[in-house]
Structure formats: C-alpha cells, structure tokens
C-alpha cells in the first residue's frame, strides 16, 4: 500500500518521449511507456509497473507527476496494463486481480496500452465477475491521483518464468465456475468465421467438416459468452484449437482428463509453450504441419495464412485418439508445394490455383500478396 501516488496514464505517458509524429493516427497505436504508478516521494516503485507484450510500462526516474484534477479517494488497487487483444488480457491482464480479496469494495483501475484504448473489454468484467470479482473495474484514460494505492504483485503474465506462479494456480483453481462432475463431448474451435484479414490456415472448412463427422461439435468462440466459453472448455473430453487466444481461455478452464491439441498456424511461440507449462495442467498436443505461408507486407506471423498438410494432420489427430476416421482429406501435398512454388513473387486476385478449393479460402487469399514455402516440420 502506497499513500498519495499518481498513476500516470493516457497522453501524460508520452511526456519527455521523442515522437517522430504527432498526428492522431500514429499517437493512437503508440505504447503508453512512461505509465504506472508514481509515489508521492517521486520514487518509482517495481510494483507499479507493468510488462505488456514484451514492453515495460513504467515511470521514469525523476519523472514529475503530471497535473491533473481527477482525484480518487479512498484505497484502490493497480490492475496493471490492458488493450482489446483477447489474447494478452488473458495472459497479460489477470494477474493483479487476486488483491479484489483485499479490499472488496476497492475499485480495481487500469491503464490503457495505448491511446486508442478507450474502454475496458467487456469479456474482462464478463471473466472478473465468472471469477466472483464485484470490484469496479475502471480504466484510467487520465492521470489520477489516488488517495492510497494498493500494488499487488503481478502473478500470471505471459513474460514472466513461470508465466503464472503456484499461487495464481491455487487462486484460478478456488475462483473459476464450476465445472460439471464429469467429461464428455468433443469440441474443434475454429477460426473460419473471424473474416478475412484475421490470422488462420486455408481449408479450415474442410477439416471441420470431417471432424463434424466424427461427433464433434464446430465452435466459434467469438460468437458465444464468457460463460458459454468456460462451460464448453470445461466439460468436453477432446479439444482441438486452431492455433490462437481461444486455447488461452480454455487453459484457465482445463480439467485433469482433458486431451487438447492445437492445429499450428505459426512456429511455436516459446512462450506459448511456456504459459501452459506454467499452468500444471492438461499439456495440450501442438500440430505443425504447415507447408507455405501467405501474407500482406508489414504484417506479422499474427495475421498470416498458413497452408497445412491437411491429410498429415487427419492422420496425426487419428494416431492420437482424436478420431478414428481412415477417410482421404484434402490436397496431396505434393501438389501444394508445386502450387506454391510456381506462384508469382506478388499475387494478384483472383489467385490462379490448379485444384479445387473452397470459397472462404479464396477469399482468404484474395486479401494476401505474398506467399513462400515452409521448411519440413516436425512433430513430437
């Protein structure tokens, strides 16, 4: 607990920082660095700053506390850094909040990653209050002085090794809804209907398909409540993900009996392997069978296209107990390498392709320009 401080927020955490711009657009996507909470003797304190995708949020030494009218009395409690990225709130975001059993009446506050966030995700409230959290959850789009600040100790980030520590697992394990008393069901959570810019693999329609013919049941996540989502996660016997920030959730729900595979769209992220170490719990199977990559300039492995191996998968997921399902699927994959070797250095739509290919997956490579073969991977 720290009397009088300021947290420090919004544009007042660009003071001192060299821009190369000052235009709306650019100041809007730019990290809020020099935010966090500054004690009242202008000694930053290691608790009030915050590490959020790969940056650390902090004041500087000797930074002045920033004018401001917004006053809040009484005892708060630093949440740390949040964004809209579903994928970082979840592992980035929730290790702050085990201090609501402090001060239950305390309002828990928040500090945006950038300018342009400007109000909390409602999946965070939806996930504080599944975990029994009534404290006001408020973000912090200004400077504040706050009459006594409560720091707890930043338990479950992505960053860190461990990425959530013993004490987040006891916490997760008394917080989170209960489960029902036994497994059953198989579940495939899918990214096919998150639009064509986002993130996914081609021929994803086709894998769901067979698998729906194997008695699971196709779920999209985004179109679901927090609640749904812990519900589905928690109770299905087999899961299979698309690789992305649904398996995140479903790692806060995961039960001892559960079998998990992610289906890779990306090299496998050290911390992504990391974070379900951290969380002693169910270590789901991670599926690399992508042969070419497809992608806009200037963006990352985030939104890239991956093209699978879609047979050498249904193989590896029957050889794993996933299914029992001898069927033919996809596209030999001869023919994808020879596809995607002769492809042109740019891409132009429509995207000459020499086989049959469903409809979302021609759009999906509509919207991407560039493309290039994978090395052979390799499966555990």
Same mark, same amino acid.
């Given at each position: 607990?720290i009397?009088?401080?300021?947290?420090?927020?919004?544009?007042?955490?660009?003071?001192?920082?060299?821009l190369?711009?000052?235009?709306?657009?650019y100041?809007?996507?730019?990290?809020?660095?020099?935010?966090?909470?500054?004690?009242a003797?202008g000694?930053?304190?290691?608790l009030g700053?915050?590490?959020y995708?790969?940056?650390?949020?902090?004041?500087a030494?000797?930074?002045?506390?920033?004018?401001?009218?917004?006053r809040?009395?009484?005892?708060c409690?630093?949440g740390?850094v949040?964004?809209?990225h579903?994928?970082?709130?979840?592992?980035?975001s929730?290790g702050?909040l085990?201090?609501?059993?402090?001060?239950?009446?305390a309002?828990?506050?928040?500090?945006?990653?950038?300018?342009?966030?400007?109000?909390?995700p409602?999946y965070?409230?939806?996930?504080a209050?599944?975990f029994?959290?009534?404290n006001?959850?408020?973000?912090l @789009?200004r $400077? =504040? *002085?706050v009459?006594r600040? /409560?720091l707890?100790?930043?338990?479950?980030n992505? #960053?860190?090794?461990?990425s959530?520590?013993?004490?987040?697992?006891?916490?997760?394990?008394?917080?989170r809804?209960?489960?029902?008393?036994?497994?059953?069901?198989r579940?495939?959570?899918?990214?096919?209907r998150l639009g064509?810019?986002?993130?996914?693999y081609?021929q994803?329609?086709?894998?769901?398909?067979?698998?729906?013919s194997?008695?699971?049941?196709?779920f999209?996540?985004?179109?679901?409540?927090?609640?749904?989502?812990?519900?589905?996660y928690?109770?299905?016997s087999h899961l299979?993900?698309a @690789?992305? $920030? =649904? *398996?995140?959730?479903?790692? /806060?729900?995961?039960r001892?009996g559960?079998?998990? #595979?992610?289906?890779?769209?990306r090299p496998?992220d050290?911390?992504?392997?990391r974070w379900?170490?951290s969380?002693?719990?169910?270590?789901?199977?991670?599926?690399?069978?992508a042969i070419?990559?497809?992608?806009?300039?200037?963006?990352?492995?985030?939104?890239s296209?991956?093209?699978?191996?879609?047979q050498?998968?249904?193989?590896?997921?029957?050889g794993?107990?996933?299914h029992?399902?001898?069927?033919q699927?996809?596209?030999?994959?001869?023919?994808?390498?020879?596809?995607v070797?002769g492809?042109?250095?740019?891409m132009?739509?429509?995207?000459?392709?020499?086989?049959d290919?469903?409809?979302?997956?021609?759009d999906?490579?509509?919207?991407?320009r560039?493309?290039a073969?994978?090395?052979s991977?390799?499966?555990?």
């Amino acid at each position: 607990m720290i009397e009088a401080p300021v947290l420090v927020a919004g544009r007042d955490a660009l003071a001192g920082l060299d821009l190369k711009r000052t235009d709306e657009a650019y100041l809007s996507r730019l990290p809020l660095r020099r935010s966090g909470a500054l004690p009242a003797d202008g000694k930053p304190h290691p608790l009030g700053n915050s590490v959020y995708r790969n940056r650390k949020f902090a004041v500087a030494e000797g930074q002045p506390p920033p004018d401001t009218n917004l006053r809040l009395e009484g005892t708060c409690i630093f949440g740390g850094v949040v964004s809209q990225h579903f994928g970082h709130v979840l592992t980035q975001s929730l290790g702050r909040l085990w201090a609501h059993d402090l001060a239950p009446e305390a309002p828990i506050l928040f500090l945006p990653e950038t300018l342009g966030v400007t109000a909390l995700p409602g999946y965070l409230v939806d996930l504080a209050r599944s975990f029994g959290i009534e404290n006001e959850l408020r973000l912090l @789009d200004r $400077s =504040a *002085a706050v009459s006594r600040l /409560l720091l707890p100790q930043d338990i479950c980030n992505l #960053a860190y090794r461990p990425s959530a520590t013993p004490y987040f697992r006891d916490w997760l394990a008394r917080s989170r809804p209960t489960a029902g008393p036994e497994l059953s069901g198989r579940l495939y959570v899918s990214r096919s209907r998150l639009g064509l810019q986002a993130g996914q693999y081609l021929q994803e329609t086709v894998l769901e398909t067979a698998l729906a013919s194997n008695g699971y049941t196709v779920f999209h996540p985004q179109e679901h409540s927090i609640a749904a989502q812990f519900a589905a996660y928690s109770t299905a016997s087999h899961l299979i993900f698309a @690789d992305g $920030s =649904a *398996a995140h959730m479903w790692s /806060l729900a995961a039960r001892e009996g559960q079998t998990a #595979a992610v289906i890779l769209r990306r090299p496998r992220d050290r911390q992504f392997a990391r974070w379900f170490r951290s969380l002693d719990s169910v270590k789901p199977h991670y599926l690399d069978f992508a042969i070419a990559d497809f992608w806009r300039r200037g963006e990352g492995p985030g939104r890239s296209v991956a093209l699978l191996d879609l047979q050498a998968l249904w193989d590896q997921l029957r050889g794993l107990g996933f299914h029992g399902d001898a069927r033919q699927i996809g596209i030999d994959r001869s023919r994808l390498e020879a596809w995607v070797t002769g492809l042109p250095p740019r891409m132009k739509p429509p995207v000459a392709v020499p086989f049959d290919l469903d409809d979302l997956s021609r759009d999906i490579l509509s919207q991407r320009r560039f493309s290039a073969l994978r090395p052979s991977p390799e499966n555990p």
